[in-house]
């Protein structure tokens, strides 16, 4: 394996209410792990969360963090999770419609930024605790460029309904963390 060029620690944002969420998880960490200067840094446990600025009934969210070791661009990054998303069967019809996979680019290392179509830090991961409790599992001492550090933040989320789900991420279990440059703990979580 040659080595990889300059590398940044990205962290995706993992949702989906439609399908088998827990089935779709695995198919999206293959596709993230084969992107090219890529590889797993972390991923979070499950956590189940009531969909959020919705009117009508929708289904919970199964969401999850996970954080990469890329060489890609953020640019290059983003047009490759809407592609695994496209794969996964997600079509763009309403933002907050009921999907069967949402992969969100949340940091990028510490850049900030604002273009036509893509934001950084994501503009709402802030105000989120299904975002902030996965990302503080496996990133506990990071801080948010333009908002702080995580253990601020969950202060604010604290009456969002979220919970976590005693599943591991399937495709880390077992398995120690990837040497990385990513702020992420180096031994996994245990659910028991």
């Given at each position: 394996?040659?080595?990889?060029?300059?590398?940044?620690?990205?962290?995706?944002?993992?949702?989906?209410?439609?399908?088998?969420?827990?089935?779709?998880?695995?198919?999206?960490?293959?596709?993230?792990?084969?992107?090219?200067?890529?590889?797993?840094?972390?991923?979070?446990?499950?956590?189940?969360?009531?969909?959020?600025?919705?009117?009508?009934?929708?289904?919970?969210?199964?969401?999850?963090?996970?954080?990469?070791?890329?060489?890609?661009?953020?640019?290059?990054?983003?047009?490759?999770?809407?592609?695994?998303?496209?794969?996964?069967?997600?079509?763009?019809?309403?933002?907050?419609?009921?999907?069967?996979?949402?992969?969100?680019?949340?940091?990028y290392g510490?850049?900030?930024?604002?273009?036509?179509t893509?934001?950084?830090?994501?503009p709402?991961?802030?105000?989120?605790?299904?975002?902030?409790?996965?990302?503080?599992?496996?990133?506990?001492?990071?801080s948010?460029?333009?908002?702080?550090?995580?253990?601020?933040?969950?202060?604010?989320?604290?009456?969002?309904?979220?919970?976590?789900?005693?599943?591991?991420?399937a495709?880390?279990?077992?398995?120690?963390?990837?040497?990385?440059?990513?702020p992420?703990?180096?031994?996994?979580?245990?659910?028991?």
């Amino acid at each position: 394996m040659k080595p990889m060029s300059a590398r940044t620690c990205a962290f995706i944002g993992f949702g989906a209410n439609l399908g088998d969420p827990f089935a779709t998880m695995p198919r999206a960490l293959e596709a993230l792990a084969a992107l090219p200067e890529t590889r797993l840094a972390a991923c979070s446990s499950y956590y189940r969360s009531a969909p959020l600025e919705v009117s009508g009934p929708h289904p919970d969210y199964i969401n999850a963090v996970i954080a990469l070791d890329t060489g890609l661009s953020s640019q290059a990054l983003l047009d490759a999770l809407l592609r695994i998303e496209s794969v996964c069967g997600r079509s763009r019809n309403g933002m907050v419609a009921p999907r069967p996979i949402d992969l969100d680019l949340l940091l990028y290392g510490e850049t900030v930024m604002q273009s036509p179509t893509l934001t950084l830090p994501h503009p709402r991961m802030h105000q989120r605790a299904f975002v902030l409790l996965p990302l503080a599992e496996i990133a506990p001492a990071l801080s948010i460029p333009g908002h702080g550090p995580l253990t601020s933040l969950l202060e604010n989320v604290k009456g969002q309904r979220v919970v976590r789900v005693p599943v591991i991420c399937a495709a880390m279990q077992g398995q120690p963390f990837f040497q990385t440059e990513c702020p992420v703990r180096q031994t996994p979580i245990s659910t028991r």
